[in-house]
């Protein structure tokens, strides 16, 4: 199926569905090439992953348009442990027109292809704030949230989510579950 006249390959909608399944793969990190339109598979994270939207963000280049489709772990309000289907658009504040024209076309294809939670933009990779980003599309209105990734989370003053010790914790991204 083309979307917004790009095409997204088979082994990208492979990779989206192993995420959706949620049986082989926990998030996949899928790149584009702003020169000649292409959708590729950047990273697949396996289900042992321990903060897969974390790890996709570190995959994401400063100077190219990325996608990951992600499956959020999160604990509500109610100590009830979740899985939100998400997908992240990184297009960096630097790119050019052309690469943020392009990233959008992108978009417009994936989102036709999977059907997920939430979509979410991000224009820089601070841990802290993309938590917020992420967690304010992602739950229902009057949702609350404990932990996104096993990690505590609370909401200051602000009403934004943030990390309960102030930390980003990025020291653990890559890190799996034993």
């Given at each position: 199926?083309v979307?917004?006249?790009?095409?997204?390959?088979i082994?990208?909608?492979?990779?989206?569905?192993?995420?959706?399944?949620?049986?082989?793969?926990?998030?996949?990190v899928?790149?584009?090439?702003?020169?000649?339109?292409?959708?590729?598979?950047?990273?697949?994270?396996?289900?042992?992953?321990?903060?897969p939207?974390?790890?996709?963000?570190?995959?994401?280049?400063?100077?190219?348009?990325?996608?990951?489709?992600?499956?959020?772990?999160?604990?509500?309000?109610?100590?009830?442990?979740r899985?939100?289907?998400?997908?992240?658009?990184?297009?960096?504040?630097?790119?050019?027109?052309?690469?943020?024209?392009?990233a959008?076309?992108?978009?417009?294809a994936?989102?036709?292809k999977f059907k997920?939670?939430?979509?979410?933009?991000?224009?820089?990779?601070?841990?802290?704030?993309?938590?917020?980003?992420?967690?304010?599309?992602?739950?229902?209105?009057?949702?609350?949230?404990?932990s996104?990734?096993?990690?505590?989370v609370?909401?200051?003053?602000?009403?934004?989510?943030?990390?309960?010790?102030?930390?980003?914790?990025?020291?653990?991204?890559?890190d799996e579950?034993?």
């Amino acid at each position: 199926m083309v979307s917004s006249g790009m095409k997204v390959p088979i082994e990208v909608e492979e990779a989206g569905r192993a995420v959706i399944t949620g049986k082989t793969s926990s998030a996949v990190v899928i790149n584009l090439d702003s020169k000649t339109n292409t959708l590729s598979v950047g990273k697949a994270y396996g289900m042992k992953m321990k903060h897969p939207f974390r790890a996709c963000l570190k995959q994401f280049q400063d100077d190219k348009a990325s996608f990951a489709l992600v499956n959020v772990k999160l604990s509500t309000g109610e100590d009830q442990d979740r899985n939100k289907l998400t997908m992240i658009m990184w297009a960096p504040d630097t790119a050019t027109a052309k690469v943020k024209m392009t990233a959008a076309s992108g978009s417009r294809a994936l989102r036709s292809k999977f059907k997920c939670n939430a979509y979410v933009e991000i224009q820089e990779k601070t841990t802290s704030k993309n938590v917020n980003d992420v967690l304010a599309k992602v739950l229902r209105s009057g949702e609350g949230c404990n932990s996104f990734e096993g990690v505590h989370v609370t909401q200051n003053e602000r009403r934004e989510f943030v990390f309960c010790d102030g930390g980003n914790h990025d020291d653990s991204d890559e890190d799996e579950e034993d």
